[in-house]
Antibody, heavy 125, light 113 residues
Framework: QVTLKESGPVLVKPTETLTLTCTVS??????????VSWIRQPPGKALEWLAHIFSNDAESYTPSLKSRLTISRDTSKSQVVLTMTNVAPVDTATYYC??????????????????WGQGTTVTVS | DIVMTQSPLSLPVTLGEPASISCRSSQSLQHTNGFNYLDWYLQRPGQSPQLLVYLGSNRASGVPDRFSGSGSGTDFTLKISRVEAEDVGVYYC??????????FGGGTKVEIK
């Protein structure tokens, strides 16, 4: 069974650095076909994709936050970590991680973000 | 960036009746392989999003067949043939063609009349 679980602080002060961890099970972060995305959702608002990382350490970030985000993975711990620097109240949100298929021209290998974590809620205040 | 626009914003539905949600992209989502990289997700109240449809029309594992996705290029539709109480929530479309910048629509809230 594939599961992802987010963890991190509930409350962070403005200007601090936020560190979130996604612990996965049921699949390997070395799997060439898949990786992990981080997505956030401010209260009452829509989903926003933040970043993703794959087994070859290829990373992508949403441009509006690229200067503040770093995504990394620790395969020995089955964890993907997202750090966000200089947080502000607008970063208050529920943060999700989700299994993500690696980009490929082979449509047969694309399966959507098929498993999501339960989310972790972060308040910046 | 590929901008995703959903309509309507809110959709009151009657149990047992059909429902339809529209999603438009600012650029074609059709890959050179011929497939459309468009997903649909449902976020039930208080829950994480779940995948319903990928590649425009492929139902994810375990998704009831009353859900169907269609469309190509820039215009896509998610249809529910007969709405059930458990279908209440917010539906999001997401483009996966631009792999370095995935983008979601603003969401459509489905509620029972």
């Amino acid at each position: 069974q594939v599961t992802l679980k987010e963890s991190g602080p509930v409350l962070v002060k403005p200007t601090e650095t936020l560190t979130l961890t996604c612990t996965v099970s049921g699949f390997s972060l070395d799997n060439a076909r898949m990786g992990v995305s981080w997505i956030r959702q401010p209260p009452g608002k829509a989903l926003e994709w933040l970043a993703h990382i794959f087994s070859n350490d290829a990373e992508s970030y949403t441009p509006s936050l690229k200067s503040r985000l770093t995504i990394s993975r620790d395969t020995s711990k089955s964890q993907v970590v997202l750090t966000m620097t200089n947080v502000a109240p607008v970063d208050t949100a529920t943060y999700y991680c989700a299994r993500t298929p690696r980009p490929t021209p082979l449509a047969s290998l694309y399966f959507g973000m098929d498993v999501w974590g339960q989310g972790t809620t972060v308040t910046v205040s | 960036d590929i901008v995703m626009t959903q309509s309507p914003l809110s959709l009151p539905v009657t149990l047992g009746e059909p429902a339809s949600i529209s999603c438009r992209s600012s650029q074609s989502l059709q890959h050179t392989n011929g497939f459309n990289y468009l997903d649909w997700y449902l976020q039930r109240p208080g829950q994480s999003p779940q995948l319903l449809v990928y590649l425009g029309s492929n139902r994810a594992s375990g998704v009831p067949d009353r859900f169907s996705g269609s469309g190509s290029g820039t215009d896509f539709t998610l249809k529910i043939s007969r709405v059930e109480a458990e279908d209440v929530g917010v539906y999001y479309c997401m483009q996966a063609l631009q792999t370095s910048l995935l983008t979601f629509g603003g969401g459509t809230k489905v509620e029972i009349k």
